[in-house]
């Protein structure tokens, strides 16, 4: 398929009607996680593995005009993983790109960067000083920022980026609260004896940012938070080995897989910016995506004291991961550009058209399950997911003059839904305010993006295509793993606080009585 396609007109609007229209039967179909370990060169650098990105209107209630954007990394961390625990790469740059004018091309780029600092508390043993080998020091409850019961504290920098990443000038933005540019992390949550009340000690770390060029007070959060994906990898990955019957309308289907990461805590990088300081005027739709990267030369030379051991960076920064749309990654693009892809920019998607165009998991779908009836999609090129991925929806988030290109795109004049009446389905339950325009934490993204790609808009008569081109179309596909808006707070940061690693909670579940 030429490039050439993605310039083409695309689908016309979709009401939301017809997406809330009744989908007749039930099938199961795989889970995935959005973006663990999905390319073979990030799931060795799991500090800039990105794993989830969320764009949406704020429904914290009295917050209306903000949007959030949260991007997760460092997956599948262990809650008792110590001694050492969690920290993000003080040599990497994270960054979350907004494009506000239609294009491919970011027009605001937030940039973090990490600083670990290691104390070096030690205790008098006989006559000796001696340095202690943990991050705790035992003098008293971690309660505040930068505690003192604390030998390692994590620190980082936020500044804002106007126009292309690589050519605008950095300014740093600044914590209302200090007065200066520096913002303090939680430390993990190692356990109640160290950290007695967690969710009062991480809420202190939710700061009021000022960010220049933007009227209005915003907020960050920085720190470890429960992983807000729920997933059945294992089975998954063994070819969809999904044994049970489900049915949409037997509300048990959704809970018949077991979550592989229900034990697993993420690192979140999370903003809180006044919606007119992203559209900048340009209009209601804006899209996002987040990405990280490396110095280009990474040395191993003499270990020396601290907490670098021995390694030496240098050089221009390489980008390593990049994550907008969930799933894209883990279940479109080949697995031979999927480094590729990582490393690529909006800009230059057109050579990844093929894989939306003509996409290969509907097939694999068919292969698997042909017998119980399941067809993959007919109509190609697939403009039905051009729509969904590169451009935007007609009529409900695609900008005016829209560039096809890879990202999360967001109507931020739709109003936020209140958490407690989200569907979890967004906009194909009729909720217009959820997934694919922008994604909550509590949208059901697998369910959504198993039956857009099977073909549900074409059964719809939208996106390009018709009912007889989708044979299944109309298939309730679910992975099983139940997922909705209460899983979550109401209110920033949103995502659950991180599960303690003592006493594990989830120790009885996963090995039983003795």
């Known amino acids: 398929m030429s490039s050439d396609f993605l310039q083409r007109p695309v689908a016309k609007a979709i009401p939301a009607a017809l997406f809330a229209s009744a989908l007749a039967a039930s099938w199961v179909g795989p889970a995935h996680a959005s973006s663990h370990r999905e390319a073979p060169f990030i799931a060795g650098l799991p500090q800039v593995d990105g794993t989830d990105f969320y764009m949406f209107n704020s429904y914290e209630p009295g917050r209306n005009g903000y949007v959030v954007l949260v991007a997760n990394y460092l997956p599948l961390q262990d809650s008792y993983g110590g001694p050492n625990y969690f920290h993000l790469d003080p040599n990497a740059l994270y960054e979350i790109h907004v494009v506000n004018d239609g294009g491919a091309v970011e027009n605001i780029t937030f ?52 126009g292309p990443r690589a050519t605008g000038t950095p300014m740093p933005v600044t914590n209302t609260s200090t007065g200066g540019t520096s913002f303090d992390t939680p430390a993990d949550n190692t356990g109640q004896k160290t950290i007695s009340n967690y969710v009062a000690y991480a809420n202190h770390h939710g700061w009021d940012i000022r960010i220049p060029g933007c009227d209005g007070i915003g907020r960050v959060f920085v720190g470890q938070r429960r992983d807000p994906f729920v997933v059945n990898l294992g089975e998954t990955f063994d070819l969809v080995n999904i044994k049970y019957p489900a049915t949409e309308l037997n509300p048990a ?57 021995a390694q030496q960076a240098s050089g221009s920064f390489v980008q390593v991961s990049r994550l907008g749309m969930p799933l894209v990654n883990e279940v479109v693009i080949g697995l031979k550009d999927k480094n590729k892809f990582n490393g690529s920019e909006p800009k230059d998607d057109a050579q990844f058209a093929d894989y939306v165009t003509n996409p290969t998991l509907p097939a694999l779908l068919e292969i698997l399950f042909g017998a119980a009836g399941v067809k993959a999609p007919t109509n190609f090129p697939r403009t039905d997911l051009v729509a969904t991925f590169l451009t935007g929806v007609a009529g409900l988030n695609q900008p005016a003059n829209v560039t096809p290109s890879e990202m999360l795109r967001l109507n931020t004049s739709i109003p936020a839904v209140p958490a407690a009446q989200q569907s979890r389905l967004g906009v194909l339950g009729g909720d217009n305010a959820g997934f694919p325009n922008g994604r909550r934490p509590g949208d059901d993204v697998v369910d959504i993006e198993l039956r857009v790609a099977m073909g549900v808009l074409c059964t719809l008569n939208l996106g390009g295509c018709a009912p007889a081109d989708a044979p299944a179309g109309s298939l309730h596909y679910t992975d099983g793993a139940f997922i909705y808006a209460g899983y979550f707070d109401s209110a920033f940061p949103f995502l659950q606080p991180p599960l303690p690693g003592s006493p594990n909670p989830d120790n009885a579940i996963k090995r039983g009585a003795p």
């Open 253 to 309: 289907a959704e809970f018949a897989t077991v979550d592989s990461i229900v034990d697993a805590n993420v690192t979140a990088l999370e903003l809180e910016v006044p919606a007119a300081c992203l559209t900048q005027g340009k209009g209601p739709i804006i899209g996002a995506w987040t990405t990280a990267s490396l110095p280009a030369t990474r040395v191993l030379g003499a270990v020396t004291p601290g907490l670098d051991g």
């Open 111 to 162: 940039q973090f960067k990490f600083q670990n600092t290691l104390d070096d508390n030690q205790l008098a043993v006989g006559s000796k000083k001696v340095s202690i080998p943990l991050v705790q020091n035992g003098s008293g409850d971690v309660a505040t920022p930068h505690s003192s019961a604390l030998n390692v504290h994590e620190t980082y920098t936020l500044d804002v980026i106007y």
